[in-house]
């Protein structure tokens, strides 16, 4: 049996290369890295080399700019990683495993008009993705702040600062505005689902009726699509269990002096 190469696609902030991020680089393969002072990744690359694999040869990390649409990631990033790989093992497909917003990445380009002429695409084995959306992008998207530790949080601000004062385009933006033109991958979070809730009684506030939605994802899961999906390519998803998982957010009127902040509500 043969033995295809596996390509790990990172999620959210999963990805870094500092000149990329910073947009005084264009896309590129090279100068990717894990995050610096953080585990993330390593153990799973550990596990796949203690059993044969090799790093470059027949394991790959497809490192991409999490800020963009998962949409361009596919296409600018995972296409390219994806040809590496093939060139590399000297195979005709490979196995994609993508956490959280990799798989999101990956299911993109499987799902996209595309893949029939590439074919390329073994398996996909996706951890902890988020398919129909998280509610913990909610803040980062309407309000610019992140549902994550204290240490994220103090990165995100600097790095926002930087994006709003000193970024190459940067053109004073408001927060709000400068996550929603500059970090636009993050509305690809969002949940398709109504999470909202809103009034006294709280109701779920329709998703149809709201500001923030994730075209891209409500899309992506149509039911016609998702059967475009297990068509092209045998799916395994695994999630994790014994945690909460923020489903719903209480919210009140948006502020009164910004239209963009929290347009759709502001927390409680």
């Known amino acids: 049996m043969e033995r295809f190469p596996i390509i790990f696609i990172p999620g959210f902030t999963g990805s870094f290369n500092l000149p990329v991020l910073l947009d005084w680089r264009g896309p590129t393969l090279s100068g990717w890295d894990f995050p610096p002072f953080v585990n993330y990744g390593k153990t799973l690359l ?61 299911r993109s380009y499987i799902q996209s008009p595309e893949y029939p002429k590439r074919n390329d695409v073994a398996r996909l084995i996706t951890l902890g993705t988020p398919h129909r959306g998280s509610a913990e992008a909610y803040t980062a998207w309407a309000g610019a702040e992140p549902h994550a530790d204290e240490t994220l949080r103090t990165i995100f601000a600097v790095y926002l600062w930087y994006l709003r004062h000193i970024h190459p385009y940067q053109t004073e933006l408001d ?14 979070l969002l949940p398709i689902e109504d999470y909202l809730l809103t ?9 149809s009726t709201m500001e923030s939605r994730n075209w891209w994802g409500e899309m992506a899961n149509k039911p016609e699509a998702i059967a ?12 994790g269990t014994g945690f909460n998982t923020l489903s719903t957010i209480l919210v009140g009127p948006p502020p009164t002096d910004h239209s963009l902040c929290y347009a759709d509500g502001a927390p409680l």
Request: proline share 6%; hydrophobic share 40%.
């Open 199 to 207: 009034g006294n009684p709280p109701q779920l506030k329709p998703i």
């Open 175 to 188: 927060k709000v505005k400068t996550i929603q033109t500059q970090v636009p991958g993050v509305r690809d």
């Open 46 to 106: 550990q596990t796949f080399t203690k059993v044969g694999y090799r790093r470059n040869r027949d394991l790959f990390v497809a490192f991409y700019d999490w800020r963009k649409p998962v949409e361009e990631s596919a296409r600018r990033y995972l296409t390219a990683w994806i040809d590496k790989a093939k060139k590399a093992a000297n195979t005709n497909k490979v196995i994609l495993i993508g956490h959280s917003m990799g798989g999101l990445v990956a």
């Open 228 to 239: 475009t999906l297990l068509q092209r390519v045998p799916v395994t998803t695994i999630t």
